[in-house]
């Protein structure tokens, strides 16, 4: 797959960021205040998210102190105020910093603490009014820290009916360039929301099973995945499924790319956007069309992976509802206290002696224990041997009739179209195009190549093939000589 190089002046994220801007939820210091300073920034961004004229001080300072009175955090503040005086101070007898130790004061060493590391700023106004602003990359971290907060389980529905509507549906203010962006940002959206649901899986499990008794795992059963993840599983393998969008994004998109006029428009079109270079621009424009089939081809896979691990989930809740029901611990606490109420109701009645149908002593004499009342290791098993395989010897005309059948079923997966629209997608505005300038995947794809040189002469594709001179090329196990690739 063609990827965009990285450019030159890329920066690692650590060279923009502020020296100390992690070192705020450090468990050394001045006392473990993380989980404290987080919420506070996570009210702050809240506040700041939709405001429209800046948080003075005062209000940051009467958010703070709001925290501090519903969280019961003042002790964990006021320690650490100490612990820094303790530390700054230079002798016993020297003034503490802190001053007085009311709520305001330990909002406004919060404040000072968050100031210090970078998550916030100050910004003095001409009316001397003091306003407090999140920097950008504040905004960036605080969003994926409340995602992971909210843990709200992704969406996926819409994203591929809205890739589907942005590339099928050409009006007279149809831009290529915009339609061709959103719809790998999409992609890559779901994609990546596949991913992560694949890879986590398993944490869900065990997140949502441990530690749990019979009732609530039922609950959780049968009542929040009903209401959270069915439907949005359920939507994914119905409505939103790829397959209904797949074919005619995939289509679309391999017809865009043999189409020379529409390709220089989307160029044009995304060098002026972007302020990128023509051949800057070109190379985006085939990485993105390339994506996005790649992404879309390889996606079943990846569902089938996800169904699989699903099913899992669902196997592993039951499981665990089932040994809890049947455990051994919990079956001999219900005896128990199913006999006692038995034997509680046959005391209220009066009855002294048991009832005929009640459990006797045991009648069978005990068997002293033999080789087999004991634990025994598990057996080693003898090696598998698999039987010889033995080549049927064909006739010569099973042989013609099987060889037949092939070339017909390769002639009909590899037309003249389908070659030619494969060999046209590695022109790029070019007009030819040397057999070593191909990308390394397609000089692997060897049936490909041999049916784009016989077709090079069909009357129903958009190039031809001249032979130069030189060294045989390698492709494949096979070596032929040097060609290009013409586009008429």
């Not at 020296?19 to 920034?41: K, P």
């Not at 001409?126 to 992971?148: K, M």
Request: some cysteine; proline content about 6%.
């Amino acid at each position: 797959m063609a990827t965009v190089p990285p450019p030159s002046a890329a920066h690692n994220p650590f060279d923009i960021l502020p020296a100390n801007l992690f070192n705020l939820f450090s468990t050394q210091g001045y006392g473990n205040l993380s989980r404290h300073y987080m919420a506070i920034l996570l009210r702050i961004y809240a506040l700041v998210e939709f405001n429209r004229f800046g948080l003075t001080r005062e209000i940051v300072i009467a958010e703070i102190v709001g925290y501090l009175a519903t969280e019961g955090a003042q002790e964990a503040v006021a320690m650490a105020m100490d612990q820094e005086s303790g530390e700054t101070a230079v002798s016993a007898d020297a003034p503490s910093l802190t001053g007085q130790s009311t709520p305001q004061d330990y909002a406004g060493y919060l404040l000072r603490r968050l100031v210090e590391t970078g998550w916030l700023e100050r910004e003095q106004h001409a009316d001397y009014t003091e306003y407090i602003i999140l920097p950008d990359y504040a905004f960036t971290l605080l969003e994926a820290l409340r995602a992971i907060q909210e843990q709200k389980p992704r969406e996926y529905t819409g994203q591929l009916y809205t890739v589907h509507q942005l590339l099928t549906h050409e009006d007279d203010g149809f831009s290529p360039a915009l339609a061709l962006t959103q719809a790998y940002e999409n992609v890559r959206q779901v994609v990546r929301g596949l991913n992560e649901l694949n890879h986590n899986i398993r944490r869900y499990i065990e997140r949502a099973t441990r530690g749990r008794d019979v009732a609530e795992l039922l609950r959780l059963q049968y009542d929040d995945y009903a209401a959270t993840l069915g439907p949005t599983y359920h939507a994914l393998k119905t409505s939103d499924h790829v397959s209904r969008y797949r074919r005619d994004i995939v289509n679309k998109l391999q017809a865009w790319q043999t189409d020379a006029g529409w390709l220089d428009r989307a160029t044009d079109e995304l060098a002026t956007q972007a302020r990128l270079s023509p051949a800057q621009a070109s190379t985006e424009i085939t990485h993105y069309i390339r994506f996005i089939i790649q992404q879309l081809e390889s996606l079943d896979p990846l569902l089938d992976e996800i169904d699989r691990r699903h099913a899992q989930y669902l196997r592993t809740s039951l499981r665990q509802i089932r040994y809890q029901l049947v455990s051994a611990d919990g079956s001999f606490k219900d005896r128990l206290a199913s006999l006692a109420r038995r034997l509680a109701e046959l005391q209220e009645r009066g009855l002294v002696v048991l009832p005929d149908d009640a459990p006797s002593l045991q009648l069978d004499p005990i068997r002293l224990p033999d080789g087999n009342s004991f634990y025994t290791p598990p057996q080693r098993r003898a090696p598998f041997e698999p039987e010889a395989i033995h080549s049927v010897v064909l006739h010569p005309l099973d042989v013609a009739t099987l060889r037949a059948a092939t070339l017909l079923e390769l002639a009909q997966s590899l037309t003249p179209d389908k070659i030619n629209r494969f060999v046209c997608q590695f022109f790029n505005g070019h007009r030819r195009v040397h057999v070593t300038e191909l990308p390394p995947d397609a000089l692997a794809d060897v049936p490909r190549l041999i049916y784009a040189m016989a077709f090079s002469y069909h009357p129903d594709v958009n190039y031809g093939l001249e032979v130069t001179s030189g060294e045989p090329v390698t492709i494949g196990p096979y070596q032929v000589m040097p060609f290009e690739l013409v586009k008429l």
